[in-house]
DNA sequence: GTTAGCACTCAATTTAGGCGAGTGCTAATA
DNA sequence: TATTAGCACTCGCCTAAATTGAGTGCTAAC
């Protein structure tokens, strides 16, 4: 069976409804709804022909049709080819230049969380490709140096190593004078083996040390990779009661809490980018699993010199996509004003 | 009425049941629970007393008694009292020394919450009284200067601060031998406006360069102060039943997510310290309005050097205040051998 | 002072009936 | 042939009434 001119707007008109009332929608209903006039037994015949077809289920018998998974799909489908609607501009005055980029993210992630109604996650951009502006070893003690690492965008990563032999402030300056020399405005990819080993010679006897704080660059690094993603809005979810009921919430309160699971968004939205750069992810395609009964969209933004990042909107699968589609790509177009030059 | 001895066994019977079951207690379960060998009858002559006094009360007319808050308080208090047990180890394993301050406090958040079921707090300790170990200025390019500062404990913080005027690479080397001269190894307390005016006057034309960093100073130690507060296992408040629907699961997420509101908890805990270190909020006792059906207990640790934070367990009015009073002690005296050397 | 016994209370659970939204099918209509 | 009106039927939901049972307070006996 085909999917008619005709059937596509009833099933629009079901989606469409459903994401309003969160009810099963019947066919009556349908008939005033639409511009189609049609009288309710004629939109019973295509309901039937669109539950055969698996777009719409029906929760009980002699209740109204929910859309099914598949049927969401083809609707946000042909919604985003649709749409080629005006950005809009989000307030700046929320948005105006941060310092510090994570302070900007966690300030998005909550101005989302507001703004839509859901839950938000904002994954700080992986910084693989990105370029080091700023080494620094400080000699916190005999015993103990403190490393600053920052990248472009103001990314700023330290951690305190260990040394077995002591140290003295001149030495320190040495290093510091080596590495910067060799390092800044190197993109981390390039920071490889050969060069690593180089700088080592260089340092004589210290080269132990140098290798100490290239571990400690690439723990940074990794550690940047892994974890950093900020949420906000949680507690949204309870605002809609197919996801506020006990078991279910407890896991995606969970999962929010633990961000661990998060990440596994991240990465497939990253590997799996699209053209326009949002993605959406309804109920079994999600991949966390704890977000199974929910719907998830994503969008990748890009602060240039390979600085990508994810942002995730969650809520129930009778979200409003255009609402949420909307506002990614404000915020999308804010981060590209503020940080490409 | 005075508070006879087998009233006092007979309150601990109805908390300790109810504590288990969450369910109203009743006059035979009591009877049949204790050691005491009483009928049915004569535990309902009491439990009346006990409710005239106020430290039990019935849902409804023929359900059986569950504890009031001060019913609650009182078994607390006694608790605590005759409790002197030994503080048990919790597994070293997983308490090893980190290098950083605040991934030990996120595990330990962690740690707690698994163990105890309950959801857990821990606020970063305050610096207030904390020796500066060092602080370091480092420039990232012409307008633009990094500083960090590095306190007891090797907590970090750093920030961007943008500058009007060009600095060479020898002017922030001069900056810093100024900054940490006059400023490593004091405490925070003790840099004053007076210090402040001096080292700006040493400055000559770079006062202004001095004013920016004892402000980020400020700044990086205020918000270290407001909103450090590591969280773990709030959906662990979906095991208790009267906690976990809507409204109020919803208000408790959100708090834990927001932490602004955690702070209050730090303040007060800090400010009403009493000898033993172990606090408990009762229902409307707690700080936090979001968490007037829970109960709170927390602790403050002490690192040395005034190095003090607090750790929160919420859990219902029903917590096993036993285990969770066991678990604090362990933390603490785990964070104990770690820190002081 | 303690206990057995009994009438009473009241939340929670079960049961039954009515309502109404919505369906599928059939026959009539354009 | 596509559309529509009409009708019997289904079934979740709501309400009210009936039932159950845990627990109480009181009284009288021990």
Redesign the pocket.
Known sequence: MELSERKMKILQAVVRNYLETGE??????ISKYTDL??????I??E??DL?EMGYIV?P??????IPSDSGYRLYVDTMMEEKTKEVEELKEDLLKKEERLDQLLKQTAKLLATNTNYATMISAPSIHKNKLKLIQLSRVNTTQLLTVIVVEGNVIKNSIINITDEITEETVLKLNILLNTHLNGMSIDEINLGLISSLKQQAGIHSDIVGEVIDAVAEAIHEEEDLEIYTSGANNIFKYPELADGKMASEIVGTFEEKQELNELVVRTLEQENNTGIQVYIGDESPVKAMKDCSIVTATYDLGEGMKGTIGIIGPKRMDYDKVVDNLKGVMHQLDSIYKK
């Open positions: 099963p929608v019947g066919s009556r209903t006039n049609l009288s309710s037994a004629t019973r015949n309901m039937a539950e029906q009980h018998t002699s209740a109204g049709r």
